[in-house]
């Protein structure tokens, strides 16, 4: 019942953060987002899962009850956690928390609706990484896309009705074009009668669909896995998919944009993994080759667009297409470090990104303007903010003992030894992002924050109050604790993940 | 019935008790004439809607109209006696009080939100006893067995409602309303009638058991009345269409609700609707079996249903769409669902449909809540005095944020989207039409769902007015009249924990659609 619990807290909370008066709410939403954080670190802690999922792996506070029966299909509240879910689940509980104490300074408007809607977004991703029934994954899935919408609707930067309605259109799309095929797929399975994901994967591994509406079973499961893959795709999102992403990020409050790079882009890759690479290991070896160049091509072209930014905001957005390409070229080579180190990856780029969009709000509180144009030697006036954001910028270049270096390397080892044809050649193509990342990243940070102080808007600045630095530390310890110790969480991840590499033999 | 300890005619209790708070309205009105004592009247209709709901609920937990050991099985009312075996006039099975649930809920929120809506309004007693005798002839409605029944008991419903809809009667719009609503109302009736009498000219008979026998009992080689048979069904088809606003008999509904009181406007679009519905489905799974009757008229009638269910959940959301009225838009909206609850009957076939039927029956109930807490909203809008566009409703979130919380609910509700009761019915409304298997009934779900995509359109517009915003005139304080908030907050709580409690509703109406087919 821990995760139940997790959930109720989060909601109960999301309703008194509402119905709070605005003087109190951010404190408010900050006490009650205590609690699932520190439950979900006792979880961590107590957890005593091993193995898959989905592939008959011995779940950690598994529950499952009887919900809706549909003439043959029965539909269950079903949820459990294993070595690849825990760890984002963690990121969630604790990158909320942090969330909503940076919004304490920039949200000043309508506050117990923004920290409200905050918890509910963070029951609704517990929900999405502890599911295990395609329908309760599903209706927490969509149930993030609601509260996101309202938060960049209403708290976001000038463009932000389109930003918003963008948003909303495009994930709800392809979230359409995904539920679709995944329900015509679970009614091609001969004797699946649930919507268990454990279920689906068993029987796609012992010979997946038979032939409906006159498609033959091996065409319809690569139809399914073709639409699902896109309609994640556009969440993760990969190019030419990411359209959306660029114009939510600027727009949405920053507290907004740290959750939405930090946690949201991880249920594109989750669900990629959790569908795609656990259930359809076939059609995974075919498309192997035009999906790692999708990937390298959102590694270089995601940079390439990095590098074409002045607004800060978007740099770091553009990043993240950036990195999210890494995530797709480990799981695609479909090797231990590649999977395990995509999925460290999602954990890694949560924290990073998360402390990339706080320090980059920090900045703007003060500045009132994220153009690097606008600005330089803000290190002058803001030297621990600027000192951590040049740290998270390390940190996506990958320096050696920090997280981001430990991520890259497993992708890179575990897609350079993968199996399917010019794997090192993608993975050379792939690294050669990295120096694109530096190249960007310490571009923009010559120009806006070294050198002789200079600002074109007329705000004074000076130094960030500690509750803003206060929740960059925190991101920045556990970078660094990652960084220096992977196995904190990689030995739990490739416990999972080695079923699936194996996935055939069940 | 044997097992049943009270006399028959209680079965009917869900029905009487409301005819009964409308006569003791009528006392109320004739011993204090102009009365404006809301609390009195609302707090008498508001009682005998309870009531009702408690009845029916309390019969479908003990078992009336399951068979077995368990269950009570069908009370059959006013068979006529041994010599005239023609079958019962009236019949409570567990669709008539799946049904007269939704009727009384309905009635019962729409009495809440009236106490305030109605504040200051001359004829308030009127409204009432007018209001609960329409809702009488819809629990009726539920339960007739015969096509004599099925019309008193529609015109019960439809006579009342014309008034109410002009009940603002220095209000033009309200007036109008009326009179087009009176008009095709009246048309379509006469429609109906005439249908009527064909088919009896064609079997003899209107009960609908003793119908569909007639038919079974003749030659499909030599039937002489094929031509007069299909002609009666296809005008049958009419007056429901009119009664669910289904096209071709539609456009009414966005004059009528748009001109009568919001809360009128939540009664007629939810309870109306699903007692028209009621009616559509008894009498063409009792009345008119698929195999015996596509036997004699040479064509399935089916086919009328698909093709009226793709255009009009196809007209209902293109029109919706391009409205600039929030009350437009959700008339629009309400044929749109009328569209989505036709799938029910374009998807019976010869061996089964109950998937179909019942997925209807779901979507009807949970209708039932967010349609009607969104009319309610716009009841509350009207309270206010906002105005009617959506840029009138501009904001309001700022001021009122409980009510938009639970307006967002309904929209998205009414949208599909997942966290909310609309997805279920929608849902199963999808996978009982693609069940089925045909192709024809494949451009159905399609037409679902690309709908359904098109219609989070409108709806999130109202949601983005609402919530994302900024006000385009300085309002004062708004108020929260209690009953009003009351009864939204309610549909809304029952709109979400419909997701959660959704397993006795679903399972509740594949039963009474299986006990029916």
Wanted: charged share 10%; hydrophobic share 60%.
């Amino acid at each position: 019942m821990m995760i139940e619990a997790l959930i109720a807290v989060a909601l109960v909370g999301a309703l008194v953060t509402f119905l709070a008066p605005n003087r109190i709410a951010g404190k408010l939403a900050f006490a009650i987002s205590l609690v699932p954080a520190a439950l979900s670190l006792w979880m961590f802690s107590a957890f005593d899962g091993a193995g898959n999922a989905l592939l008959e792996g011995d779940l950690a506070f598994e529950s499952q009850v009887e919900w809706l029966q549909l003439s043959e299909y029965s539909i269950s509240w079903f949820v459990g956690l294993d070595g690849i879910s825990l760890p984002l689940v963690v990121l969630t509980t604790i990158l909320t928390t942090l969330a909503i104490v940076s919004s304490w300074t920039p949200i000043d408007e309508r506050e117990s609706q923004f920290y409200g809607l905050l918890l509910f977004i963070e029951a609704n991703l517990i929900g999405v990484f502890a599911a295990l029934d395609f329908f309760v994954w599903f209706i927490f899935w969509e149930a993030v896309l609601i509260p996101m919408y309202l938060l960049i609707g209403i708290w976001g930067g000038p463009r932000r009705k389109y930003a918003a309605i963008k948003f909303f259109v495009y994930t709800n799309v392809a979230s359409l074009l995904m539920f679709g095929a995944f329900i015509a797929l679970v009614f091609a399975l001969p004797e699946v009668t649930t919507f268990a994901l454990p279920d689906v994967a068993t029987a796609m591994l012992n010979g997946g669909p038979e032939a409906m509406f006159g498609v033959a079973g091996t065409t319809l499961a690569s139809i399914v896995f073709v639409a699902m893959f896109i309609g994640f795709a556009v969440k993760v999102p990969i190019v030419p998919f990411h359209t959306w992403l660029p114009d939510a990020h600027v727009e949405a409050p920053t507290p907004a944009s740290v959750l939405l790079a930090g946690v949201l882009l991880k249920m594109g890759t989750y669900a990629l993994l959790r569908f795609n690479f656990t259930m359809f290991p076939d059609q995974v070896e075919a498309y192997a080759v035009p999906i790692a160049a999708i990937a390298v091509i959102s590694v270089i072209y995601g940079a390439l667009l990095a590098l074409a930014q002045t607004d800060l905001k978007r740099i770091v957005a553009y990043s993240s297409v950036s990195s999210m390409g890494y995530v797709i070229l480990g799981l695609i080579a479909y090797t231990q470090f590649g999977v395990g180190g995509a999925t460290f990856q999602m954990v890694s780029h949560g924290l990073i990104s998360g402390l990339m969009f706080m320090a980059v709000g920090v900045i703007y509180n003060a500045t009132h303007t994220r153009m690097v144009t606008d600005m330089s030697g803000m290190a002058d006036r803001m030297p621990v903010a600027v000192g951590i954001l040049v740290a998270g910028a390390f940190g996506y270049m990958g320096l050696p003992l920090m997280s981001g270096f430990a991520a890259e390397y497993f992708i890179f080892f575990g897609s350079f030894g993968a199996d399917f044809p010019y794997a090192p050649i993608f993975t050379a193509l792939a690294m050669f992002g990295i120096v694109l990342v530096a190249g960007y990243l310490l571009f923009a940070m010559q120009r806006a924050v070294f050198g002789p102080y200079n600002l074109e808007t007329d705000y004074e600045v000076s130094t960030a109050p500690l509750h803003d630095i206060a929740p960059m530390f925190v991101l920045l310890g556990l970078i660094i604790a990652l960084g220096v110790a992977p196995d904190l969480i990689f030995e739990m991840i490739t416990d999972a993940v080695d079923p699936i590499l194996d996935g055939g033999e069940l | 019935m044997a097992v049943f300890d009270l006399p028959g005619w209680t079965g009917l209790a869900p029905a009487l008790i409301l005819a009964a708070t409308a006569l003791v309205l009528f006392v109320v009105d004739s011993i204090s004439p102009r009365s404006t004592n809301r609390a009195v009247l609302a707090g008498i209709s508001v009682t005998g809607a309870l009531a009702s709901l408690a009845v029916a609920v309390w019969f479908i937990a003990a078992g009336v109209g399951q068979s077995g050991l368990e269950g009570l099985g069908v009370i059959e009312l006013f068979d006529g006696g041994a010599e005239f075996a023609g079958g019962s006039q009236f019949v409570v099975d567990q669709m008539a009080l799946y049904f007269m649930i939704i009727v009384a809920v309905v009635t019962a929120l729409v009495s809440v939100a009236s106490y305030d809506y109605m504040d200051g309004h001359t004829y308030q007693a009127e409204y009432y006893s007018l209001m609960i005798l329409a809702a009488t002839g819809m629990s009726l409605m539920a339960a007739a067995n015969s096509l004599v029944t099925i019309f008193i008991a529609l015109e019960l419903a439809s006579l009342p409602s014309y008034a109410l809809v002009a009940i603002l009667k220095d209000n033009r719009g309200s007036v109008e309303a009326s009179l087009k609503y009176f008009l095709i109302g009246a048309l379509s009736s006469a429609i109906m009638v005439y249908g009527i009498s064909l088919i009896y000219g064609a079997t003899g008979s209107l009960q609908l058991d003793a119908i569909a026998s007639e038919l079974a009992a003749a030659d499909a080689d030599d039937y002489a009345y094929d031509g007069i048979l299909g002609l009666g069904i296809l005008m049958l088809i009419g007056g429901f269409a009119f009664k669910t606003a289904s096209v071709p008999f539609h456009f009414w509904a966005p004059e009528a609700y748009e001109g009568a009181p919001a809360p009128i406007s939540a009664f007629l679009s939810s309870a109306s609707k699903a007692a028209g519905f009621v009616i559509a489905f008894r009498v063409f799974t009792t009345a008119f079996p698929l195999e015996v009757t596509a036997g004699l008229i040479g064509i399935d009638w089916t086919w009328a249903f698909i093709i009226l269910a793709i255009v009009t959940m196809t007209v209902g959301n293109f029109a919706a769409a391009t409205q600039d009225t929030v009350k437009r838009m959700l008339a629009y909206s309400s044929i749109g669902h009328a569209g989505y609850a036709l799938i029910g009957l374009a998807g019976l076939t010869v061996d089964g449909g109950e998937l179909v039927m019942g997925a209807a029956m779901m979507h009807l109930l949970v209708y039932g809540f967010m349609n009607t807490g969104a009319f309610l909203f716009v009841a509350l809008a009207e309270y206010w005095g906002v105005g009617r566009t959506f840029e009138d409703y501009n904001g309001l979130a700022t001021q009122a944020p409980v009510a938009c919380f639970a307006l967002g609910i309904f929209m998205f509700s009414l949208a599909g989207i997942p966290p909310l009761g609309g997805f279920w019915s929608k849902y199963f409304l999808f996978t009982g039409a693609i069940g089925v298997g045909s192709t024809a009934m494949l451009v159905v779900a399609a037409a679902l769902v690309v709908n359904s995509a098109l219609s989070l359109y409108y709806y999130s517009r109202l949601v983005k007015a609402v919530w994302i915003e900024d006000p385009l005139v300085d309002r004062d304080a708004l108020t929260q009249p209690t009953g009003l908030y009351a009864a939204i907050v309610f549909a809304a709580v029952m709109t979400v924990v419909l997701l959660p409690a959704f397993g006795p509703v679903s399972e509740t109406a594949i039963e009474a659609a299986a006990a029916v087919i």
